[in-house]
């Protein structure tokens, strides 16, 4: 098991493993039947990198990220991305005061520790791209000038599957920036009822203040949690087992794109961070395989041959999955 000394916002000694179960334990009471979008959030911020959301209106893909940063003691904001969001909208401007006859800053909702960026596929490409530098670089250029994002840093953005009108699809440079794409599917009937009682005793998911989310961390803990993910040991097998993964995606014959060395680097740093939550001080090959739909979905591209036979990205990757030997 992954022991360490760090001591939750209550003050109490727990484990990785500990902390990942208070977290879900935590958001739990806000968000209902998305307990694997949740897990694949935090490792997310295990591994500092960014996620994608996919699901139609409604699931709680926006109370799901303010609920994380909340339970988590993390700054929050959120950019609602429409076609006539401009750049500076998202990374701020300098301002001419007449007074000073000085320039200065005006940060935009970019200077967060956990950024919302909700529907991003609805804004242009030259806005999307804003986000570029800061989600590889942890930082912003305004006017020539660089400025460093805070730490932790985390972009959490959403699409809606089903709608394509007036949307413009995120660049394959984009989505590869992003560590996971996760799928929220609707819950089960027992989880929707489950949401309906609630809603009927006075939930609000704007009123989230009143759910008595306690906290679980704070951002110099989350970094002291990454440091004992990063002490998580791999042997050579799993890292040829990832290579094989990602290689078979470049020679499907369903796949025009396969997966880029990004995707291993992913597979590699989220693999660490499950097995850390599993409570092991080692990957096993089931993290890896876990892991890989998330992983690689967006950052493969589909033959249109394989699409007019019906066939998903999913359905694609599950067969190559399949077919790899699997280290013992």
Known sequence: MVTTDLRGYDGTSMSV??????????????????????????IALLA??????????????????????????????????????????????????????????????????????????RTPPKTQAS?????????????????????????????????YEGTYPLPEAQQDRFLFKVLLDYPAENQEVDVLRRFHEGFRANRLDEAQIVPVLTAELLHELRKEVAAITMEDKI????????????????????????????????SKALAAI?????????????????????RVIMRPEAEIEGYSVDQVLQRLLDVQTVPR
């Open 239 to 270: 890292f040829l087992y990832i290579q094989q993964i990602v290689g078979a995606t470049r020679r499907s014959s369903d796949l025009l794109v396969g997966g880029s060395p990004r995707a291993g680097l992913a597979l590699v740093a989220t």
């Open 17 to 42: 493993a500990e902390v990942a179960a208070r977290v879900a334990q935590e958001v739990g009471k806000a968000v209902v039947g998305q307990n694997k979008a949740v897990e694949q959030s935090f």
């Open 131 to 163: 986000l570029l530098e800061a989600m590889e670089e942890r930082q912003t250029t305004i006017d020539g000038v660089r400025y460093p994002l805070p730490s932790p840093f985390i972009v959490f953005a959403t699409q809606n599957p089903i709608e």
């Open 278 to 298: 599993r409570g092991r001080t080692f990957v096993i090959p089931d993290d890896v395989k876990e892991l890989a739909m998330p992983v690689l979905r967006h």
């Open 48 to 121: 500092d990198g960014h996620v994608l959301l996919q699901g139609v209106p409604g699931l709680g893909k926006t109370l799901l990220v303010r609920t994380l940063a909340q339970v988590m003691q993390l700054e929050f904001k959120r950019i609602q991305f429409t076609p006539d969001l401009m750049p500076s909208d998202v990374t701020g401007t300098n301002i001419f005061d007449p007074r000073t006859a000085e320039f200065s800053l005006r940060k935009g909702p970019i200077f967060t520790s956990v950024l919302l960026a909700d529907e991003i596929n």
